[in-house]
């Protein structure tokens, strides 16, 4: 007997999951909003496509957030389905990788495009159908799946099993809106606010400042919240700073913002290889005629947009050497706002891992599975995201595959 499986969202935890359940017995159809898939993960391809990072897997499962026992279940499937299994993926895929000087793993494409052109061309010859302009809105009065379609005209399936894969609510001109929230909830199933991560904060600079260095980057810097810091680099935008060290700060900074009337208080270390001691030392050499600026480059290597945020914090540097070292160390920011979902890379929030079993089925509708950012977990940018978006369809169609077995 020939089963239907229901896939929708064509992201990449979706259409990692159609691949998985693709079988000769099996049809699987994957329904997408958009008149075209992956729209999100085209995008990610403009960065390089970074599909997963090289270190060693009891760090990199420490990137996954709730880190308590709710988060466990997204550690598993990362374990299960994890980097070198991604980087064989995609070398099936004919698309081979490479370790970037950060530990990151890219293709070597440095884009999306024939990644996804190669996948979507294995899912057609699996058998796997592709209905685009699809939007999912719910449940019909007989148990069927609503869909409407791009025409406006209607359409119900009743499917063996569902597996959504709807992806959050970032960056929604890309199809995630997340507006498939309510629809769950109003079905019993656990579900959180979304709120952006991965986002740049607002930082409010003087008009100077912004003017001059807007665009520029601060590299090989530290970013410092609460007990939290991040080594990485970081961009000066309009609103503030934006960039990879910023952006793994996002939890701890929405936490402090809401712990403290929506504001937060970093701190930047400009020169995070050298001690305050060693940079004191250095800052102790005699001047001669040069200007500040110049003895800061040439002393101790600082660019000019690290010299300028110097100058962004106090209205005069002090000249003791320590003081200097000290400040340059630990240059104070306070960060107002962060920029919303429109622009954050991620999102947290959706289904409560609380929600589902460990075989990602909801506990509230038996026989509908999940996978990928529309589950609450969080993690930072660095390949991180679309590791657990993979692993956790995997997990997620495994786990539906054995449960149509067992009815
Ligand atoms: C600018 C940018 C750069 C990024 N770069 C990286 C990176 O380099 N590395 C990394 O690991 N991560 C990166 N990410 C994050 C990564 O792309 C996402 O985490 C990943 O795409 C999530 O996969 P998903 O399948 O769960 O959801 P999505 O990719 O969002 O896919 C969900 C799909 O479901 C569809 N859908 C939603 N609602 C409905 C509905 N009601 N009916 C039918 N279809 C629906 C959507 O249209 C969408 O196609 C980046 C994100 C952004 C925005």
Redesign the pocket.
């Known amino acids: 007997m020939t089963r239907e499986i229901a896939v929708?969202?064509?992201?990449?935890?979706?259409l990692m999951a159609a691949e998985v359940l693709a079988s000769p017995d099996t049809t699987v159809t994957v329904?997408?909003?958009?008149p075209s898939?992956?729209?999100?993960?085209l995008?990610?391809g403009?960065?390089?496509?970074?599909?997963t990072h090289s270190e060693p897997l009891d760090i990199f499962l420490g990137r996954y957030a709730p880190r308590d026992a709710a988060g466990q279940s997204i550690r598993e499937a990362v374990k299960s389905y994890g980097p070198e299994t991604v980087v064989a993926w995609a070398n099936g895929l004919g698309q081979p990788t490479f370790t970037g000087s950060s530990g990151r793993i890219f293709p070597k494409a440095m884009k999306a495009s024939p990644l996804l052109r190669a996948w979507l061309r294995r899912l057609d010859a699996q058998g796997v159908r592709l209905a685009l302009g699809?939007?999912?809105?719910g449940w019909s009065q007989d148990g069927g799946l609503a869909f409407i379609r791009s025409d406006a005209s209607p359409l119900v399936a009743h499917p063996d099993a569902t597996l959504l894969?709807?992806?959050?609510a970032?960056?929604p001109r890309?199809?995630?809106?997340g507006?498939?929230l309510s629809t769950l909830a109003g079905r019993g199933v656990d579900t959180r606010a979304f709120a952006p991560s991965n986002c740049g904060v607002g930082i409010a600079w003087s008009e100077i400042f912004r003017s001059r260095f807007e665009g520029e980057p601060l590299k090989r810097i530290a970013i410092a919240c609460g007990d939290s810091r991040v080594r990485g680099e970081a961009l000066i935008t309009r609103r503030g700073l934006e960039g990879g060290a910023v952006y793994a700060l996002s939890n701890e900074i929405r936490k402090q913002m809401a712990a403290d009337g929506g504001r937060a208080a970093l701190t930047v270390d400009l020169r995070p290889d050298l001690t305050p001691s060693d940079l004191a030392a250095k800052l102790a050499a005699p001047r001669q005629k040069q200007s500040t600026s110049t003895f800061l480059r040439k002393a101790i290597g600082l660019p000019p947009p690290a010299i300028a945020l110097l100058r962004e914090a106090t209205a005069e540097l002090p000249a003791q050497p320590y003081a200097l070292a000290d400040l340059i160390k630990a240059v104070p920011l306070v960060v107002t706002a962060l920029d919303g979902l429109d622009r954050a890379?991620?999102s947290v929030g959706g289904v409560a891992l609380e929600a589902v079993d460990e075989a990602f089925m909801l506990r509230a509708i038996p026989g509908v599975f999940v996978?990928?950012?529309?589950v609450d977990w969080d993690a930072p940018?660095g390949?991180?995201?679309?590791?657990a978006?993979f692993a956790t369809a995997v997990a997620a169609a495994r786990g539906l595959q054995g449960w149509l077995t067992a009815r």
């Open positions: 929708i969202g064509a992201g990449p935890a979706g329904y997408e909003r958009m898939p992956a729209r999100k993960l995008m990610a403009r960065g390089g496509l970074n599909l699809h939007t999912w809105t894969a709807l992806g959050g970032s960056w890309l199809g995630s809106s507006a498939w890379i991620s996978a990928g950012e529309m940018t390949g991180y995201l679309l590791q978006s």
